[in-house]
């Protein structure tokens, strides 16, 4: 796979939830900060402002999105001085895919799209932790076409769910958020602002070595093909992708090597040896010393630490024991129910 499709592959566990709610003024909701998530903001209809912790207010239009790599908390409101509810719910809490709410109110209504994603915190890829706090997208007539078409998908879908809905709503989540960060990437290139990853991803010689490494791992890589695949001489290709990524170039094979073994130990059944062989090591023993100094531990603990046995069949019943037919369930709306009022105010996560 390219660069950014790995580090989607490496850094999303869980799946993702989304919510279309239709605020009326006066309204306003804090979205407590998530650690090891990210999540993001879209106005559909109306205006709202963003109330960040620290700083000035900022003022929301249609059409803008805003997101939030490393899980910060915010609110939404109205207005810069209307008063925000506290959560009513963990957002870290696991929920539905997708639900619709409403918020009554007498005043002008405001539509916004918010999403949010589970990572994997621990082992975050350096393209995601040189992000900063916020990142907001102001609508501009012509930009990132294909980000809005996406937000226009979800939104309809959400409001009107059909069959393969599930399928959909996951799928178009996943696009949303690659199309953010390459409409966050190409900004940073346009106002010649990049640093760090945005400068590489943006550097052809540097991406071209990166898509080289990604797309096959297991190759016994020499800065020398690498500075070829670059376009450049072995040491001038080091010092520049040292520069822009951080790390030497088979430093950081190294460790995307591991993090791809990783991966696997978590979401696949293939053995040791396999893994070995597809991330470029010669032998189990070489690959299990080399992931121990990285992660602390043998490959085999890690992938039973990481994956442990599934629970038994009473926890994974979709009502808890100890509320009766017909009870309101505190997870909130299933995928495609429409919550009510008070429901509405229970959001699935923004942050």
């Known amino acids: 796979m390219d660069v950014l499709s790995d580090v989607m592959a490496i850094v999303r566990t869980g799946r993702p939830r989304s919510a279309r709610v239709e605020w009326r003024a006066p309204w306003g909701q804090r979205f407590p900060a998530v650690p090891g998530s990210a999540g993001f903001q879209v106005i559909l209809q109306g205006g709202a402002w963003l109330l960040p912790p620290v700083g000035d207010p900022v003022q929301l239009y249609v059409g803008d999105v805003v997101f939030f790599p490393h899980g910060h908390g915010y609110a939404l409101a109205d207005g ?7 959560a009513a719910c963990d957002p870290a809490e696991e929920g539905s895919l997708f639900a619709s709410a409403s918020i009554d109110g007498p005043g002008v209504t405001t539509v916004t799209l918010c999403g949010g994603y589970r990572l994997d915190a621990g082992r975050a890829h350096p393209v995601l932790r040189d992000l900063p706090e916020m990142i907001h997208l ?14 226009d998908l979800l939104a309809a879908e959400i409001t009107a769910p059909r069959l393969g809905a599930d399928t959909v709503v996951g799928s ?11 409409a966050w990437f190409a900004a940073e290139r346009e106002h010649c602002q990049g640093g760090g990853w945005a400068a590489a991803l943006g550097d052809p010689s540097v991406s ?17 093909e690498l500075g ?22 088979l430093a950081y094979l190294t460790w995307w090597r591991l993090a791809t073994a990783a991966r696997l130990l978590r979401r696949s059944g293939h053995s040791l040896g396999e893994i070995a062989a597809r991330v470029g090591y010669g032998s189990e023993f070489a690959f299990a010393n080399a992931f121990k100094r990285e992660y602390g531990m043998p490959p085999g603990r890690y992938r039973r630490e990481a994956c442990p046995p599934p629970p038994d069949a009473a926890a994974w019943s979709p009502r ?23 429901a509405g105010r229970v959001l699935p996560t923004g942050a």
């Open 208 to 224: 071209a070595a990166l898509d080289a490494m990604h797309r096959d791992p297991a190759r016994p890589w020499t800065v020398q």
């Open 228 to 249: 070829a695949r670059a376009g450049l001489s072995r040491a001038a290709f080091s010092r520049r992708f040292t520069a822009l990524v951080g790390q030497p170039p």
């Open 138 to 151: 102001p609508a501009r007539l012509g930009h990132h076409p294909e980000l809005r078409a996406a937000v």
């Open 172 to 182: 178009l989540l996943d696009t949303l958020l690659v199309y953010i960060l390459r």
């Open 320 to 342: 808890p024991a100890h509320l009766a037919e017909g009870s309101p369930d505190p997870a909130g709306p299933r995928a495609g129910e429409r919550a009510g009022d008070d």
């Open 80 to 86: 810069p001085a209307t008063p925000v509810a506290e």
